[in-house]
């Protein structure tokens, strides 16, 4: 989470699929968020929206605009003029990943396949015991942990046997609305 934002689903489990690394991505400074769609372009399938927290002017020449726009899946970029300003950069999606992208909109992040499970954990630096790695492998200690996190006091929630471990994501979630971004503006105003 940068600021305010939290992190979409797709920041986790679809941007490894344009390969590279975190780094490359700019992930834990310039990187915003990911998305799978944008308000202006609703319905289209197929691409991936990065936002990123550098304005249009400036994003070419920075480090991480210089890498992404020479990648083979890079289609564009846009500013967005809110406060600062910022750039959006689109990628298309390789229809390689077509299983995965239903399994990710169906919320079964452990029905990936094995293939993209490994892809995911080494995008992320993931090691063995780690969240992720559980949530990919419905480790039963990940469960026992995360039904310890969600149960308040007086009320024991068991997560049924099966059932994946992270929650299945929204379109409205997944979709980059310039309204939240405002949002964003005013409480760093506020702060």
């Given at each position: 989470?940068?600021?305010e934002?939290t992190?979409?689903r797709a920041c986790v489990?679809i941007?490894p ?8 991505f ?6 915003m ?7 202006s372009?609703p319905?289209i399938?197929g ?7 550098i304005n ?11 890498r992404i726009?020479?990648h083979?899946?890079?289609i564009?970029?846009y500013?967005i ?5 910022y750039?959006?950069v689109v990628f ?7 299983y995965?992208?239903k ?6 992040f452990s ?6 499970k ?6 992320h630096g993931a090691?063995?015991d ?6 990919l ?10 039904e ?15 059932m994946?471990l992270?929650?299945?994501?929204f379109v409205?979630?997944?979709t ?8 964003y503006e005013q409480k760093k105003v506020?702060l």
């Amino acid at each position: 989470m940068i600021g305010e934002i939290t992190r979409t689903r797709a920041c986790v489990y679809i941007l490894p699929m344009l390969g590279e690394s975190r780094e490359y991505f700019g992930y834990t400074s310039e990187l915003m968020n990911v998305y799978m769609f944008e308000e202006s372009y609703p319905g289209i399938d197929g691409y991936v929206y990065l936002l990123y927290s550098i304005n249009e002017i400036e994003f070419e020449a920075s480090q991480v605009g210089m890498r992404i726009t020479k990648h083979e899946n890079y289609i564009a970029y846009y500013g967005i003029c809110i406060g600062k300003g910022y750039t959006m950069v689109v990628f298309e999606l390789s229809q390689n990943y077509i299983y995965d992208i239903k399994k990710f909109w169906e919320g079964k992040f452990s029905e990936f396949t094995d293939f993209y499970k490994m892809a995911i954990l080494d995008f992320h630096g993931a090691i063995n015991d780690s969240v992720l790695h559980g949530i990919l492998g419905k480790l039963p200690k990940i469960k026992t942990d995360l039904e310890k996190k969600i149960s308040g006091a007086g009320a024991k929630v068991t997560i049924p046997n099966g059932m994946d471990l992270d929650s299945k994501p929204f379109v409205t979630t997944e979709t980059f609305f310039s309204k939240n971004l405002r949002k964003y503006e005013q409480k760093k105003v506020i702060l």
